[in-house]
């Protein structure tokens, strides 16, 4: 069943692979977010509560949803590298972690930055803004893990079972504001149902969330790549790519 | 798939699925406790599932919205009292500092204080609450939706009818 994968377990193949991702996900992400962002910021309108202060959602709602993806991602790679010990899989769980949690530190600081003029505080011990600072612990503690070891498969090991063990926090985040009270809001933008925000808002939202997946994906990549030239320093493809670079 | 993959696999999903019901069940004995706030309701009739009343004398947090025509000022100082509804009971709150700029007549707040009667709340902070609908004012306007003096006012207390 894995057999069209088996190619990609090569360390060689995996780096032209993710070259040619890496590239399309830059490019596409830098111009959505650039896209995104300037529309957001400067030609939607005004909300008619919040007035300017709402735009800062352009920000905010990307990266939290991304640093909850990411985390899921990073999740299943950990999976896959405990069950089948595929070092690739450990490979990308560290290569994402330091992204997710960059992701996660911009949205508890953009909605800090947000909850000052509408709500009237930076912080509140609210069930979403809690689970949100754990996911940043976690991811803190994953990469704490992956480096606590002299050998780096067992840090990898334990890295990964912290990362399967905290997925359980991402559903946590999700319903936090559907199960307890709480003085977040719920979702604007949900899957199935149609989003809370007026159309001409809505767009580049849309763009924002889609731009900074893609660009959560080509920071991953970027580090994936680093991390394969570096372990694999020794190889003659690796002489071969640096040398064809340079 | 060979057998150690085959146990590795067993083994993890063992794991996770542990984890995940004692993290359900720690969490559903807690909710009382992870709820930010009660609702005038629940401070009037007890928690739903539990009917836990809060003691007079108790500090907790009060969500609710602002009844409208209820927000009285003091003349000379920044004290103000109002009323919190929900569904039906009303309790009132004393509060004696600066209201947040989305506090207005009909808003969702979140309270913070001591309870010090039945139904009266002293609160040392007030923070509002905002959904999560956004729109342009003249769609606002459109719905009915739009305060009668436009973003970011200050509520005064006398506009009322256009909620």
């Not at chain 1, 600072?133 to 994953?142: E, K, P």
């Not at chain 1, 990964?160 to 997925?167: D, E, S, T």
């Not at chain 1, 009270?181 to 809505?202: C, R, Y």
């Not at chain 2, 696999?9 to 706030?37: P, R, W």
Request: hydrophobic share 45%; proline share 5%.
């Amino acid at each position: 069943m894995f057999k069209w994968l088996h190619p990609y377990a090569k360390s060689e193949n995996l780096y032209r692979l993710s070259g040619k991702f890496l590239f399309w996900f830059g490019w596409l992400g830098f111009i959505g977010a650039t896209v995104g962002t300037i529309w957001g910021l400067a030609f939607t309108p005004a909300d008619y509560q919040q007035g300017d202060s709402f735009r800062i959602i352009y920000l905010h709602v990307p990266t939290a949803m991304m640093s909850m993806s990411g985390y899921l991602g990073m999740a299943i790679a950990a999976f896959i590298g405990t069950v089948w010990q595929q070092r690739h899989a450990d490979m990308t769980v560290i290569a994402i972690a330091p992204v997710g949690a960059v992701y996660t530190f911009l949205a508890l600081f953009t909605g800090a930055v947000w909850g000052k003029p509408t709500w009237g505080t930076y912080w509140v011990w609210d069930a979403r803004l809690t689970s949100e600072l754990i996911l940043l612990f976690l991811y803190l503690g994953v990469i704490a893990l992956y480096y606590a070891y002299e050998d780096r498969r067992s840090g990898a090991r334990a890295a990964a079972i912290l990362a399967m063990v905290g997925v359980i926090n991402v559903p946590i985040i999700h319903y936090s504001v559907v199960w307890w009270n709480s003085l977040h809001q719920g979702a604007t933008v949900t899957v199935f149902e149609k989003p809370k925000m007026d159309t001409s808002m809505l767009w580049p939202l849309l763009i924002n969330i889609v731009a900074f997946g893609l660009l959560l994906g080509a920071f991953t990549l970027m580090r994936l790549r680093n991390d394969l030239l570096m372990k694999e320093g020794h190889r003659p493809w690796v002489k071969q790519v640096l040398e064809g670079k340079s | 798939m060979n057998p150690r993959r085959k146990k590795r696999l067993a083994a993890t999903l063992a794991v996770l699925l542990g984890l995940g019901v004692a993290v359900g069940f720690v969490l559903f004995s807690m909710t009382q406790n992870i709820d930010l706030f009660y609702t005038p309701s629940e401070i009037i009739n007890g928690k739903n599932e539990t009917g836990v009343k809060p003691q007079i004398g108790q500090r907790l947090r009060i969500g609710g919205m602002v009844l409208p025509g209820s927000v009285k000022r003091d003349e000379n100082s920044l004290k103000v009292r109002f009323d919190l509804f929900d569904q039906g009971p009303l309790v009132t709150i004393e509060y004696d500092g600066i209201l947040p700029d989305l506090f207005r007549e009909g808003q969702g707040i979140v309270a913070n204080g001591v309870l010090t009667g039945p139904s009266t709340i002293k609160a040392h902070e007030v923070l509002a609450k905002h959904d999560e609908e956004y729109m342009p004012p003249d769609v606002a306007e459109a719905v009915g939706k739009v305060h009668p003096n436009g973003v970011g006012n200050k509520a005064e207390g006398q506009n009322g009818g256009a909620y």
